[in-house]
Each structure stands twice: as structure tokens, then as C-alpha cells.
């Protein structure tokens, strides 16, 4: 069965520096997803991306957060420069539908960002 | 801002039993609802969802019931295995491709 992979598993970065998630969504899916969860809370939706542009974002994607489609299979979430608050496991998502929202997401293994 | 609650923590179950899992929503534009399994070290899988046209949804061991009037959804596993403890979501979309998820149960099923 097709899967969305993501790399890496974990990563651990300074406060201050710059990461970069990597994901590979399922080939023929449209629409891309990152989520993110911190250790006991909910999984929360940072942004939607579809048509080589984000379609939604959360109030927790700011200006420190980016995402970009560089080729025909990668999607890649960007942070500027971390903070202790941004450790958390962050999913990739994607799923086929252009509308309706009927199908359901394919989730990543997920990164885990420790930020020391 | 919880859209989507899930206020029981954690579960335990006896294997055999019946494991129910709740959830309940505010939004009431939502109308399509998935619930999700997550293993640690894994990211959450589909396990089974329902329209809001439908009151009750089964797959196998899995049954979903939606009781519009008082926002609330629950996913019964009858019979429970030990292969079933693992972290549920439940997920609520108004459509759009927009999803809200509950903080999760974790269920554990005692052999």
C-alpha cells in the first residue's frame, strides 16, 4: 500500500537555528497537510498546501514557519529559527480529494524535533 | 479553541470485552468523522469513518455511532484484543479538506 514517508525520524536542533522537515507524500494525492503534536496534547493542524500554494494555515504557522513543493514529489515544512516551544512530532499528511474533504488523510511516521 | 474532545485519557480493557471510546465536537458544521489508531513510533492510520447522513458505520470489529443532536461519536471494538491498545483519534471535518483532531484516547488491552 502506497505510504507517505517522512524524514528524518528525529531530529535535534539548537534554539535559534533553522530546520527542515521532509516529507514524500503519496503520488497522486493533491492535497498536503503538516500537523503537529506536542508531547500529551492534541494533534494540531499547522497548514494545507494544494495547487502549489497553501490553501489554509493555522494561527500557529507565523512568519517563522514556510512550505514549499520543490519538485514533483517532495514537501518540505521550513523553520526559521526554533524555539524551545516548537519541540513536538510533526506528521506529514496528504489525501487525493480536490473538494468535499470525503477522503480521509494517509499520515507520515512522523519527525520528531527536540529543540535544546 | 477544542472543536473536537476526547475527555477520557486513557482506557483499559480486558481482552474479549468491549472497548468504547468517546469523542464529542461543537462545531456543527462539521459532517464527516474518521477515528484513527496511532502505535508509538507510528503516525496515525485510518481505521474507520462515518458521513453525518449515517447514524452508525461497522467495519468488522469496528463500529462507529454519530449522534448528531448531542455532538457525540463513539468507536465500540468488540471484541477487544491486546493488538488494539494504541492511541485513538478522533477527527472532524466541515469538508474543504479541513480536519480537527481530539487529544486522543490510549487504549490498553489486558490479556
Known amino acids: 500500500e502506497p505510504e507517505v514517508t517522512q524524514t528524518p525520524s528525529h531530529q535535534v536542533t539548537q534554539m535559534g537555528q533553522e530546520v527542515i522537515l521532509r516529507c514524500v507524500p503519496i503520488s497522486n494525492h493533491l492535497y498536503f497537510y503538516w500537523y503537529r503534536q506536542i508531547l500529551g496534547q492534541k494533534v494540531e493542524f499547522l497548514v494545507s498546501?494544494?495547487?502549489?500554494?497553501?490553501?489554509?494555515k493555522s494561527e500557529i504557522f507565523d512568519d517563522q514557519f514556510s512550505v514549499e513543493r520543490p519538485d514533483g514529489s517532495n514537501f518540505t515544512l521550513k523553520i526559521r529559527s526554533t524555539k524551545l516551544e516548537d519541540s513536538a512530532m510533526y506528521f506529514c499528511?496528504?489525501?487525493?480529494?480536490?473538494?468535499?474533504?470525503?477522503?480521509?488523510?494517509?499520515f507520515g511516521s512522523g519527525t520528531q524535533l527536540s529543540v535544546l | 479553541d477544542q472543536q473536537v474532545k476526547q475527555n477520557s485519557p486513557s482506557l483499559s480493557v480486558q481482552e474479549g470485552r468491549i472497548s468504547i471510546l468517546n469523542c464529542d465536537y461543537t462545531n456543527s458544521m462539521f459532517d464527516y468523522f474518521l477515528w484513527y489508531k496511532k502505535y508509538p513510533a507510528e503516525g496515525p492510520t485510518f481505521l474507520i469513518s462515518?458521513?453525518?447522513?449515517?447514524d452508525k458505520n461497522e467495519d468488522g470489529r469496528f463500529t462507529v455511532f454519530l449522534n448528531k443532536s448531542a455532538k457525540h461519536l463513539s468507536l465500540h471494538i468488540v471484541p477487544s484484543q491486546p493488538g488494539d491498545s494504541a492511541v485513538y483519534f478522533c477527527a472532524a471535518s466541515p469538508g474543504f479538506n479541513k480536519f480537527y483532531f481530539g487529544s486522543g484516547t490510549k487504549l490498553n488491552v489486558k490479556p
Open positions: 498546501f494544494y495547487n502549489n500554494e497553501i490553501s489554509e
Open positions: 499528511a496528504s489525501s487525493r480529494t480536490t473538494t468535499g474533504g470525503r477522503e480521509k488523510l494517509f
Open positions: 462515518i458521513s453525518s447522513i449515517k
